[in-house]
């Protein structure tokens, strides 16, 4: 195969499967590592990919463009079973309080919590305020602001105001990026502006992501990687990059 016929193959590979590492296009196409990183190099200067820690995601990783709920709630969810069954280890005791964010893994997680294990649970998110309606074990408390669409979670000025209230045991949270260089980030400005207010608010701060949410970045940043304490994913995750993102601050647990 010449390296030009390469080079595509592996943009068309990049673009349907999301996320490639450097050692797996060199194992399927039989290649050095250094010969991909020339490849992805080539790539990435024609605009067809985006060059990350250990890989490469297509080129619109790096967007301000947000996928709605619904959109992103059939991608990967094999992954966030595994993530979420992983995340219920890190409840907090019967009688802590929790906030929960908005995201199709955390409202997994909401629908997930058990019904004999007291929680205080504070959310922004309709949809995992309505998968806790419900359970007799959740003290549930919706917090205030404009419901956007995209998300269906409440913003705004109201919402990080009602945040700023509170100090919770966990916060369990999700994010559309997490990047060394970039940390932790999501397209829209006030959902990002919720997202910090919620890393403030918390003692313990969890991260639900699955593997294609890393190196990937979106417009706004909303925290450092230092200010997270657990990141959960799934062993799709390049093994590099895990221990760069350990490296940088948080514990990060395979599902």
């Given at each position: 195969m010449y390296a030009e016929e390469r080079q595509q193959s592996i943009a068309r590979e990049v673009a349907s499967e999301g996320r490639l590492s450097v050692a797996e296009i060199a194992e399927r196409y039989d290649v050095t590592t250094e010969t991909v990183r020339r490849d992805l190099t080539a790539l990435e200067q024609l605009g067809l990919v985006r060059r990350v820690h250990g890989g490469a995601v297509p080129?619109?990783?790096?967007?301000?463009?947000?996928?709605?709920?619904?959109?992103?709630?059939?991608?990967?969810?094999?992954?966030?079973?595994?993530?979420?069954?992983?995340?219920?280890?890190?409840?907090?005791?019967?009688?802590?309080?929790?906030?929960?964010?908005?995201?199709?893994?955390?409202?997994?997680?909401?629908?997930?919590?058990?019904?004999?294990?007291?929680?205080?649970?504070?959310?922004h998110a309709v949809p995992v305020a309505a998968r806790l309606a419900t359970n007799p074990a959740v003290e549930l408390h919706l917090l205030p602001g404009r419901v956007r669409t995209a998300t269906?979670?409440?913003?705004?000025?109201?919402?990080?105001g009602a945040v700023g209230l509170l100090r919770v045991d966990v916060a369990f949270m999700g994010a559309n990026?997490?990047?060394?260089?970039?940390?932790?980030?999501?397209p829209d400005a006030e959902e990002a502006a919720t997202k910090r207010a919620f890393v403030l608010a918390a003692e313990r701060v969890v991260v639900l992501a699955d593997a294609s949410k890393v190196g990937v970045e979106a417009a706004v940043r909303f925290a450092e990687l230092d200010q997270v304490d657990l990141i959960v994913t799934d062993d799709a995750v390049d093994a590099e990059e895990r221990s760069a993102l350990e490296a940088a601050g948080p514990e990060v647990v395979i599902a």
């Open positions: 080129a619109a990783a790096l967007t301000t463009l947000e996928t709605a709920v619904g959109e992103r709630d059939v991608a990967n969810t094999a992954a966030k079973e595994r993530i979420v069954r992983a995340a219920l280890a890190e409840l907090p005791p019967a009688g802590a309080s929790v906030l929960l964010d908005a995201g199709t893994t955390t409202a997994r997680l909401a629908a997930m919590l058990p019904t004999n294990h007291r929680l205080v649970v504070y959310t269906q979670a409440a913003v705004g000025a109201a919402t990080v990026g997490i990047s060394l260089g970039h940390g932790l980030s999501t």
